[in-house]
């Protein structure tokens, strides 16, 4: 029974992962040719929702190493839409958080992400959304809880 639930749980992500990047990510337009590649996407994001935000952290965030990480800040430094700062606790460490450009950027990716999730309420009824954020939630919390666990081995 638990090995079903194991291959139950495995083929059900492996279904959703690469339709929530086609249907929500790359639906809004901002992961295209020419624009921002995934790690880019992601990265802004999550120096959006924690800035500013040190590298330890979104190199954690990326599941990526350092050295990857600085390729993928070096480029939205180039762009315009983050820049680096000093910790002022920690003159060691380096933080990273949104330029003004950033933040217009990101305030066009929440809207159109609205409109976007919007369209979907009238597909969907209110119970069926509530029970996908509440879906969200759980599988966000299980990634809290299992995330240490490769490293603990």
């Given amino acids: 029974m638990f090995e ?19 249907n929500f990510i790359e639906s809004l337009g901002f ?20 800035e500013p935000v040190s590298m330890s952290i979104l190199a954690e965030g990326l599941n990526v190493s350092k050295q990857q990480l600085t390729r ?16 002022p606790n920690d003159r060691r460490i380096i ?5 003004r450009k950033g933040e217009k950027y990101i305030a066009k990716l929440k809207a159109t992400a609205k409109e976007r999730t919007a369209s979907l309420l009238k597909i969907v009824s209110a119970e069926e959304f509530e029970e996908a954020i509440r879906c969200l939630k759980n599988l966000s919390d299980f990634y809290e809880k299992t995330k240490n666990i490769e490293s603990e081995e």
Avoid: T, W
């Fill in 4 to 22: 079903e639930k194991v291959y139950e749980f495995l083929d059900e992500i492996v279904k959703v992962a690469p339709m929530f990047k086609k």
């Fill in 31 to 50: 992961i295209k040719e020419g624009q921002l590649s995934n790690h880019q996407y992601f990265c802004l994001s999550i120096i959006a929702m924690q």
């Fill in 72 to 87: 993928v800040v070096d480029d939205l430094v180039a762009l315009g839409l983050i820049e680096r700062c000093v910790d």
């Fill in 95 to 99: 933080l990273a958080k949104l330029s």
